[in-house]
């Protein structure tokens, strides 16, 4: 019988989310908070004491014993150090008590982390601090025991980035600096804050733990490097998008369960193109927020896994001859008033801000390409072929069939008087409505594609950390902002 699941009740109940601060901080430090976190600047000493004794309290009802300074190192995967709670008292006894200087900043032996070079081998002294805009979580280890989680960034002693959050914060601040002086020079004065959001779409391989553990292959390496092809692989088709076997849909309600418990908005699961491959897909979130819940998400999925007797790979290609498993990076760019800024509207030829933010974002491909290539790049994402889909070393860029006809008027005329909808589609079915097609098909071999609202950076592999993409494109499309932005302010036509 299967468990039914609460999804409202348990959603985010792991999260000390903003609901929770609203509940249990005083208004005032609640307000000085949620500015700090909206707008950026240093967080007052005694407000961070306030937020770590609830923010302690908290965790303690939720079984924990213990917090963690969670970060994400040059290894592409998460790291932590676990405190307990307790102080030494005069008699002998402890009690248990959480600082704001501990919330705001911890101190991890750095030495054994990569550095890409930055520093010798022999400088140990590394920095954790609190990213305040990706809220603390309680996580279950496999053991049972509970630990507050706390995002953090890491850097060295001398202020050096030693993990992929930093550099992407600074490139989301960055954007969000150039953005706003963008739509500034078209007349939004009501925006104070741009911020990128990414949709990113798990796929992974689910193998029974029984035959992966005869296979060294899959033990040492996690791809196949040796045997037979199996009988039958994808050539009919029919696995993408088919009935979901009884074991596989039990191991996915358990999968999501455990991600909305920890905020993850788990949103479509599906069977992907080769046969033991499937899907995950969030909704939207903003880019540090959704970095750290894909790295929740491939922890989370190898932990559920090894429940049902399975083992979940995330390698690119795990079975030669098959489609390798990929991450879709899904990224937008909207203001803090709701607006969409990769949204072109029913009229995109009259729709300035946006070609101008379009024409911006393909300079920024155009001309940093390389960078785009290598956020992408390991050896076995490199070798990611199929037969349904197969994103190119080459970074091309489909805008589709509107918006291509769009720029071409505005090369070729200088202006664009008329822009191809998608128009009205009827199946020729009296029962089935006709309905609105979308102003774009969708592409699946560019590797990045023009997708309505959001552009669609498909090279990404199904093991990497989210961060180096997004840190990229964050960077690359400022600077183009930024230049765009530097001619708007300095023309006298207003």
Known sequence: MTKKIDVAEIFGSDVFDDATMKERLPKKIYKELKQTIAVGGELDSHVAEVVANAMKDWAIEKGATHYTHWFQPLTGITAEKHDAFITPTDDGGVILEFSGKELIKGEPDGSSFPSGGLRATFEARGYTAWDCTSPAFVHESPSGTSVLCIPTIFCSYTGEALDKKTPLLRSMEALNVQALRLIRAFGDTEAQRVTTSVGPEQEYFLVDKDTYNQREDLIFAGRTLFGAPAPKGQELDDHYFGSIKE?????????????????????????????????????????????????????????????????????????????????????????????????????????????????????????????????????????????????????????????????????????????KMGGKLDVGVSTVPSFMKDATDRNRTSPFAFTGNKFEFRMVGSTASIADPNTVLNTIVAETLSQAADVLEASDDP
């Open 247 to 419: 074991r596989v849909s039990a191991y996915m309600n358990d999968l999501n369960e455990e991600l909305w418990k920890l905020g993850v908005t788990a949103k479509t699961q599906h069977n992907e193109v080769a046969p033991a491959q499937h899907e995950l897909a969030p909704i939207y979130n903003t880019t540090n927020i959704a970095t750290d819940h894909n790295q929740l998400v491939m922890e989370t999925m190898k932990k559920v896994a090894l429940r049902h007797n399975l083992v979940c790979l995330l390698h690119e290609k795990p079975f030669a001859g098959i489609n390798g498993s990929g991450k879709h990076n899904n990224w937008s760019m909207s203001t803090d008033t709701g607006v969409n800024l990769l949204d072109p509207g029913t009229t995109p030829h009259q729709n300035k801000q946006f070609l101008l933010i379009l024409s911006a974002i393909l300079k920024a491909v155009d001309e940093y390409a390389p960078l785009l290539r290598e956020s992408a790049a390991n050896p076995g994402n490199d070798h990611r072929l199929g037969a349904n889909e197969a994103p190119p070393a080459i970074i091309s860029i489909f805008l589709g069939e509107q918006l291509e006809d769009v720029l071409n008027q505005l090369c070729e005329k200088g202006e664009a008087t008329s822009s």
